[in-house]
């Protein structure tokens, strides 16, 4: 089936540092949506993307959808304890009403 | 306040012993998911219904089965759990089937013995 794959799976990161989620599909996607789960809740909407090359930020976040519409970015900048958690995109499939969720990156921050 | 709710939030049974996780939504949303998440595979979704009546399988629906007899509600029945069914199940509604915000129940533990 149609699949969306997120790397890393983990990433530790000191505190202050920048890190970067990658995502990719192997079909083109008509948006993609990004989720921010913190530890033992809920996934929560963070942003959707969609169009060709869009860039969107959100303070310390910054969103990108590629040209192709087959991949997407997050990249938090000075990164603080409050961004621990698991950060999922999720992609919409052209002609297709199912969100696929990537298998999700788990950040960890040390102080 | 719009939300999505589950029941119950924990849940400890034994294969075999037939049980439902119920869910619903106060947003008027069209579209509604089950999801199980396990470690290292993410949300994969289970079963989904575009409206009243129609559901249909997600990538995961062996042993599952779902309902849609009002808007609001969804409920997740496992007719006889077996351990590996032992997972965290987040119930999700969205607007309609195309691009819209997904909003997550608070999630549901299931243990199964």
Redesign the interface.
């Known amino acids: 089936g149609q699949q969306v794959m997120q790397i890393p799976q983990y990433q530790h990161v000191q505190e202050g540092e920048d890190f970067t989620t990658y995502c990719n599909s192997s079909t083109t996607l008509s948006n993609i949506q990004w989720y921010k789960q913190r530890p033992g809740g809920h996934p929560v909407f963070l942003i959707q993307l969609v169009k060709s090359g869009e860039v969107k930020k959100q303070k310390r976040l910054t969103f990108q959808f590629g040209e192709a519409k087959k991949n997407s970015s997050l990249h938090i900048t000075a990164t603080q304890t409050t961004d621990v958690g698991t950060y999922f995109c999720a992609g919409l499939h052209v002609n297709d009403y199912k969100l696929s969720f990537g298998a999700g990156t788990t950040v960890t921050v040390r102080a | 306040e719009a939300q999505v709710t589950q029941n119950p939030r924990y849940l400890i049974t034994v294969t075999g012993k037939k049980l439902t996780v119920t869910c619903s939504q106060n947003m008027n949303h069209e579209?509604m998911?089950w999801?199980r998440q396990d470690p290292?595979?993410?949300?994969?979704?289970i079963y989904?219904s575009?409206n009243v009546e129609v559901t249909d399988k997600?990538?995961v629906p062996e042993g599952y089965k779902v309902s849609r007899k009002e808007k609001r509600n969804f409920p997740l029945i496992l007719e006889s759990p077996s351990p590996n069914q032992t997972s965290l199940y987040?119930c999700a509604s969205r607007a309609g089937?195309?691009?819209y915000?997904?909003?997550?129940?608070?999630?549901t533990r299931l243990t199964v013995t």
């Open positions: 579209y998911s999801y290292g595979l993410g949300l994969r979704q989904y575009m997600g990538d987040f089937g195309g691009p915000e997904q909003y997550f129940g608070p999630g």
